[in-house]
């Protein structure tokens, strides 16, 4: 019984060509075009003359073009054995394509991190991880097997640089281990590998002592005295400035440190951190203390064209240790970060303002993915009684601890 028309359309008619080449042929035609040998097999012949190999082949169900190489450096014989090799290889589900990428060259271990850090690159808001990433590997990596090729990298090689840190830098450790498996699993996306060795050392290594260590912070009775010790310093402007401004604001450090103008408004004594320096990838509206504005209000003379609140004398943003240096010459036993500690405790045990108005203050997210898709309000106006609170406690302004009654009252 005859097919359809519509299926006649779809799929022709007739048997298939096989070795329907000649050795003769392939040696003398000359005019330019494919010929089909069958299953999937082409002599491609250019204007110029040049002949060459191709094989039409369906790897993981996408159809693909393989050169085979050029006649007469490759005959028909050895044409037809490949493109079955490629075709049995392709039904098993492997991908013939692989071994040729292989053979292109496979990078050593450095020159893999780097492509790794490349493609991560745009993916991190803090460009720090852009130092640190190498770093680390410069220094705990590749004087081991940093200029091997990353498919002879064993895991005997990994434990052998991570056993003699592994408990004693275990924070570091552990990053060097997230790290080199990030290269070991580009590899092997690549295809230059079929294993991830990094994930059989950990259970060799044994378990960590998880020591957890605070960041520094003063109790926030001391944190006036400390604001004090600062203004008092031979610091640049810029820094003690903008040290007043993290502590009023309980804001992280670089948050701060690259403030711009065209954040703040002192109209409304608001400041809008932008998304990118957030942690929590989302706009962060500060509401501004009477202190809080009296402090940018100091830093307007240190304008100087770059649009930056707290400016170096190099009119670029403050470095990441400027601030700690500071504390630690001054002899305040705290890091910058210890101060939203210092904040958060004094809210905690100096006022009834309620937990999710401090937590909103300090930018956290709910831990509870429920409770934070329904928690939209950023309680903003509750917000800067919190702050204008802190401001006056940090002030020695009589009144600043509040009472039930008062928190009550908020709206």
């Known amino acids: 019984m005859p097919y359809p ?48 190999w191709i094989q039409r082949l369906v790897i993981a169900a996408r159809r693909c073009e393989l050169g085979l190489g050029g006649f007469p450096l490759v005959s028909l014989k050895e044409a037809r054995t490949q493109a079955f090799d490629n075709r049995r290889t392709a039904r098993a589900g492997g991908d013939p394509l692989a071994g040729k990428r292989r053979a292109k060259g496979i990078p050593t271990f450095a020159e893999a991190a780097a492509r790794v850090v490349e493609q991560k690159r745009s993916g991190w808001r803090n460009p720090k991880h852009a130092h640190d ?32 840190i592994w408990h004693e830098k275990a924070e570091t450790a552990r990053r060097v281990r997230q790290r080199i498996g990030a290269v070991m699993q580009w590899a ?7 294993d991830n060795p990094c994930e059989q050392v950990v259970a060799t290594l044994g378990r960590q002592r998880d020591v957890v260590r605070h960041m520094p912070a003063l109790p926030h009775a001391e944190v006036a005295e400390a604001l004090a010790t600062v203004r008092a310093s031979g610091a640049t402007t810029a820094a003690k400035l903008a040290f007043e401004f993290l502590v009023l604001t309980a804001a ?36 501004l203390s009477h202190r809080a504005a009296e402090v940018l209000q100091a830093a307007r003379a240190l304008r100087d064209g770059s649009n930056l609140v707290f400016p170096s004398p190099r009119g670029k943003p403050l470095s990441d240790m ?49 409770e934070a898709a329904y928690a939209r309000s950023t309680l903003f106006e509750r917000r800067r009684r919190l702050m204008a609170d802190w401001g006056a406690y940090l002030a020695g302004t009589p009144g600043a601890r509040i009472d039930a009654a008062s928190t009550a009252a908020l709206p």
């Open 188 to 194: 092997v996306a690549m295809e230059y590998r079929v």
């Open 5 to 52: 028309k519509r299926q006649r359309r779809t799929k022709p008619r007739g048997r298939h060509p096989e070795n329907a080449l000649s050795a003769a042929f392939v040696r003398a035609v000359a005019e330019a075009g494919r010929y089909c040998d069958g299953q999937g097999l082409y002599l491609q012949v250019d204007p110029s003359g040049n002949r060459r």
């Open 322 to 370: 400027t601030l700690s240096k500071l504390l630690r010459e001054q002899g305040v036993q705290a890091v910058p970060h210890g101060f939203r500690s210092s904040f958060r405790d004094w809210a905690s045990e100096q006022t009834n303002h309620p937990r999710e108005v401090v937590e909103a203050a300090l930018a956290h997210q709910l831990k509870d993915k429920v």
């Open 252 to 287: 992280r450090s670089g948050e701060v440190r690259l403030a711009r103008w065209d954040e703040i408004d002192l109209d409304d004594d608001v400041w809008t951190v932008p998304a990118e320096r957030m942690k929590a990838n989302r706009d962060h509206r500060v509401p």
């Open 133 to 164: 990433w190498p770093a680390t590997l410069e220094r705990f990596v590749f004087p081991r097997f940093g200029q091997r090729p990353v498919s002879q990298i064993t895991s005997a090689d990994i434990l052998g640089v991570l056993a003699p």
